[in-house]
């Protein structure tokens, strides 16, 4: 989904630098988008009420403006303007087939996500009291403390 979200971004992002002249950036979309309350409203709704006070009309018209611009991709099944919100509907046998087809190709390494050895971790280990009996609590943050630090190594690839 969040492919879908980056693709809605870049296609709204064209129309308001090409159209409007607005200098706003992908990322800016791209954190604008949000999911709907109700879900019969579609998946993905991007609220035009930031651009009315820079272009000065109304969000239903600018939203009815930039859908009559919008050319999206099999992805997405439906959109309309609903109270100032372009309404995205996602097409679910597109999503499944691309997220299956991802799982096949990926294997055993689909949702790990290579964050590289650029960063430094501080994992927190168990540090038993010599003065006390160690007892089963030292164990468990032991064994957290090994769980993170093999989640951490796999992210490493």
């Given at each position: 989904m969040e492919e879908i979200k980056k693709y809605i971004a870049n296609v709204i992002t064209d129309i308001l630098c090409n159209?409007?002249?607005?200098?706003?950036?992908n990322n800016e979309v791209l954190l604008t988008l949000e999911k709907p309350k109700d879900s019969t409203m579609g998946d993905i709704a991007y609220p035009c009420f930031k651009l009315s006070k820079q272009l000065k009309n109304s969000p239903i018209n600018i939203g009815n403006d930039i859908l009559q611009n919008l050319n999206l991709d099999s992805r997405i099944s439906k959109f309309e303007v609903v109270a100032g919100y372009i309404n995205f509907y996602v097409n679910s046998e597109k999503l499944c087939e691309n997220i299956l087809n991802e799982i096949s190709s990926k294997k055993e390494k689909y949702g790990f996500v290579n964050i590289g050895n650029s960063q430094n971790v501080c994992i927190d280990?168990?540090?038993?009291?010599?003065a006390k009996p160690f007892h089963l609590g030292h164990f468990r943050t032991t064994i957290i403390g090994r769980a993170l630090y093999n989640l951490y190594n796999e992210l490493r690839i």
């Open positions: 159209k409007y002249n607005l200098k706003i950036s280990y168990s540090s038993p009291n010599i």
